[in-house]
């Protein structure tokens, strides 16, 4: 069997993990989530939900993926087809894995398109002039009619979607070292020296009125931990920001080396990630528009979305500071890179499947992949509602479901004692087995509750529609999931014929 492509360095792999998880999710989603529903109170349950589901379901992710690796597997299809001696229902049921990554990834580029988009507007002068206005709606209008035009998309947009495509093709191109793991060690130092920057420009503004902001985020309390949808979105967000549940972690995890601390790995990329977040995330958006409004509109422009904060109200109060175009331009290039180094790990997976199960040269899977995510991000930017429709799907609903799957299969099925084995081999951190004991019975039905209060709470108003853009995009998720169920069946006699060809040499 060929040496599998490794990660070149022991910090290299840590970076490029970092930044698969470090996104969008932690510097805009993040904030807005937290200010919607309370701040203090939301912060209870996120803390909750980070050690009970998402600490053992990164370091489950790192121990899979590294076993998986060492079989020559790094996607979902391979690595549930190993589990199961490769029986086609196992493979089938592991696309979902490497669907829903590049689902996400077809609407995830068009957003870091217009990051890219904007950083190179705010540098030129072509964002709109303030309005010095106490009243966020007035202050906030111009930016909101400028994203609106962009946004349509206008020739701008698309010229940078184009180039946005254009980077992610040409550093997959260059492979796991030369590729995605440069871009991290560029891109994770960048990310956090702009990171703080902004921060403390957020937090001191107006004579340090946005250190109310941190307060606020701050201001631990447990009025939220009655209300099921703190839960469910506290855990959703636990979910996105550390790239679980889709086997994204489990195919960077592929690329170690077969010795290699896995449970170190994983508890850095989740402590960095969660510095990002609930430091450097929690410091910039909420804290920038206390200092420059008053606190009461604060949850009503997070209720109008994450764009709403990141693409309007953001700009619009960085273009009022001194020097504002380069503190906007600053802003849209920290949500670049940190867009970046995830859609790249968005995209590996489709490339694992293809290398690892079809067999398919390096440029022959790139090529093949980025063709899907081209025709995916075209989707998404020129049908209404086709991002929407993705990340309900893709970015909540089958995120959920298959996280729910990985643990079942991995600790339930695989055994306890088998992945402890697994879980202990080169580590000098001991886990004590009594955890994963909570963990196999806590996540599951902590992730079970949060299904169940989505179906009873909104499911059937989502399903139920007739607005055919909707339609379209639903045909298209079933479209692609059945493709991949064909490649995961035909691929299978390549791989059948490979274990059978290693019996004979093995004699
Ligand atoms: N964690 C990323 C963020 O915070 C988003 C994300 C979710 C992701 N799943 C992923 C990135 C899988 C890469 C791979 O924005
Ligand atoms: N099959 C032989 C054994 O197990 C060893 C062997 C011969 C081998 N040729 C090989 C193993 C080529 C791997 C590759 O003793």
Same mark, same amino acid.
């Given at each position: &069997?060929?040496?599998?492509?490794?990660?070149?360095?022991?910090?290299?792999?840590?970076?490029?993990?970092?930044?698969?998880?470090?996104?969008?999710?932690?510097?805009?989603?993040?904030?807005?989530?937290?200010?919607?529903?309370?701040?203090?109170?939301?912060? =209870?349950?996120?803390?909750?939900?980070? /050690?009970?589901?998402?600490?053992?379901?990164?370091? !489950?992710?790192?121990?899979?993926?590294?076993?998986?690796?060492?079989?020559?597997?790094?996607s979902m299809t391979g690595?549930l087809g190993?589990?199961?001696?490769h029986a086609s229902w196992a493979r089938v049921l592991g696309s979902i894995g490497v669907a829903i990554?590049l689902l996400?990834?077809?609407?995830?580029?068009?957003?870091?398109?217009?990051?890219?988009?904007?950083?190179?507007?705010?540098?030129?002068?072509?964002?709109?002039?303030?309005?010095?206005?106490?009243?966020?709606?007035?202050?906030?209008?111009?930016?909101?009619?400028?994203?609106?035009?962009?946004?349509?998309?206008?020739?701008?947009?698309?010229? #940078?979607?184009?180039?946005?495509?254009?980077?992610?093709?040409? !550093?997959?191109?260059?492979?796991?070292?030369?590729?995605?793991?440069?871009?991290?060690?560029?891109?994770?130092?960048?990310?956090?020296?702009?990171?703080?920057?902004?921060?403390?420009?957020?937090?001191?503004?107006?004579?340090?009125?946005? #250190?109310?902001?941190?307060?606020?985020?701050?201001?631990?309390?447990?009025?939220?931990?009655?209300?099921? /949808?703190?839960?469910?979105?506290?855990?959703?967000?636990?979910?996105?920001?550390?790239?679980?549940?889709?086997?994204?972690?489990?195919?960077?995890?592929?690329?170690?080396?077969?010795?290699?601390?896995?449970?170190?790995?994983? *508890?850095? $990329?989740?402590?960095?990630?969660?510095?990002?977040?609930? /430091?450097?995330?929690?410091?910039?958006?909420?804290?920038?528009?206390?200092?420059? +409004?008053?606190?009461?509109?604060?949850?009503?422009?997070?209720?109008?979305?994450?764009?709403?904060?990141?693409?309007?109200?953001?700009?619009?109060?960085? &273009?009022?500071?001194?020097?504002?175009?380069?503190?906007?331009?600053?802003?849209?290039?920290?949500?670049?890179?940190?867009?970046?180094?995830?859609?790249?790990?968005? *995209?590996?997976p489709l490339?694992?499947l293809f290398?690892?199960e079809m067999?398919?040269?390096?440029?022959?899977?790139?090529?093949?992949?980025?063709?899907f995510?081209? !025709?995916?991000?075209?989707?998404?930017?020129?049908?209404?509602?086709?991002?929407?429709?993705?990340?309900?799907?893709?970015?909540?609903?089958m995120?959920?479901?298959f996280?729910?799957?990985?643990?079942?299969?991995?600790?339930?099925?695989?055994? &306890?004692?088998? +992945?402890?084995?697994?879980? $202990?081999?080169?580590?000098?951190?001991?886990?004590?087995?009594?955890?994963?004991?909570?963990?196999?019975? @806590?996540?599951?039905?902590?992730?079970?509750?949060?299904?169940?209060?989505?179906? @009873?709470?909104? +499911?059937?108003?989502? =399903?139920?529609?007739?607005?055919?853009?909707?339609?379209?995009?639903?045909?298209f998720i079933l479209l692609f999931l059945v493709f991949l169920s064909i490649i995961a069946v035909k691929s299978r006699k390549?791989i %059948?014929?490979?274990?059978?060809?290693?019996? =004979? %040499?093995?004699?």
């Amino acid at each position: &069997m060929q040496q599998r492509v490794s990660w070149n360095s022991k910090l290299g792999l840590i970076l490029a993990a970092a930044g698969n998880a470090v996104g969008l999710g932690n510097i805009l989603r993040f904030p807005s989530k937290a200010a919607l529903y309370g701040g203090g109170a939301f912060m =209870v349950p996120y803390f909750v939900a980070l /050690v009970l589901m998402g600490l053992p379901l990164m370091i !489950i992710e790192w121990v899979i993926g590294r076993y998986a690796g060492r079989h020559g597997h790094g996607s979902m299809t391979g690595i549930l087809g190993l589990f199961f001696n490769h029986a086609s229902w196992a493979r089938v049921l592991g696309s979902i894995g490497v669907a829903i990554p590049l689902l996400i990834c077809m609407y995830y580029i068009y957003i870091e398109s217009w990051t890219l988009g904007f950083a190179f507007l705010s540098l030129f002068g072509k964002m709109p002039t303030p309005v010095i206005n106490s009243d966020a709606h007035e202050a906030v209008k111009p930016y909101v009619n400028f994203f609106k035009e962009y946004t349509k998309p206008s020739i701008m947009a698309y010229f #940078f979607l184009v180039l946005t495509l254009l980077i992610n093709w040409f !550093i997959l191109q260059k492979g796991i070292r030369r590729g995605i793991e440069i871009t991290a060690k560029i891109g994770m130092p960048a990310i956090i020296v702009f990171g703080v920057f902004l921060g403390i420009i957020c937090i001191s503004a107006n004579n340090w009125k946005g #250190f109310e902001g941190l307060k606020f985020i701050y201001n631990l309390n447990f009025s939220g931990i009655t209300n099921p /949808v703190v839960w469910v979105e506290a855990a959703g967000q636990i979910f996105f920001t550390l790239s679980l549940g889709m086997g994204a972690i489990a195919v960077y995890a592929s690329y170690v080396n077969p010795k290699e601390d896995v449970i170190k790995a994983g *508890i850095w $990329t989740a402590l960095i990630n969660e510095f990002v977040e609930v /430091v450097i995330g929690a410091s910039i958006a909420i804290p920038a528009a206390f200092a420059m +409004f008053s606190s009461v509109v604060i949850p009503e422009l997070a209720q109008e979305g994450t764009f709403r904060l990141g693409f309007m109200t953001m700009p619009a109060v960085f &273009m009022s500071f001194p020097l504002g175009w380069l503190i906007s331009f600053i802003w849209f290039m920290l949500l670049f890179l940190a867009a970046l180094t995830s859609s790249l790990a968005l *995209i590996q997976p489709l490339i694992a499947l293809f290398e690892d199960e079809m067999k398919w040269g390096h440029t022959k899977s790139v090529s093949v992949s980025m063709i899907f995510v081209i !025709i995916g991000a075209h989707f998404s930017a020129f049908i209404p509602n086709f991002i929407d429709e993705l990340d309900f799907w893709a970015g909540c609903f089958m995120l959920l479901l298959f996280g729910l799957l990985e643990i079942i299969i991995f600790i339930w099925i695989f055994g &306890m004692n088998n +992945f402890y084995k697994e879980l $202990t081999q080169n580590t000098k951190i001991i886990l004590p087995k009594a955890f994963f004991y909570v963990v196999a019975v @806590v996540s599951p039905f902590f992730i079970f509750s949060i299904l169940y209060f989505w179906v @009873v709470k909104d +499911f059937k108003n989502i =399903v139920f529609t007739e607005e055919p853009t909707k339609i379209v995009a639903r045909l298209f998720i079933l479209l692609f999931l059945v493709f991949l169920s064909i490649i995961a069946v035909k691929s299978r006699k390549i791989i %059948m014929r490979d274990i059978r060809y290693t019996k =004979v %040499m093995k004699k």
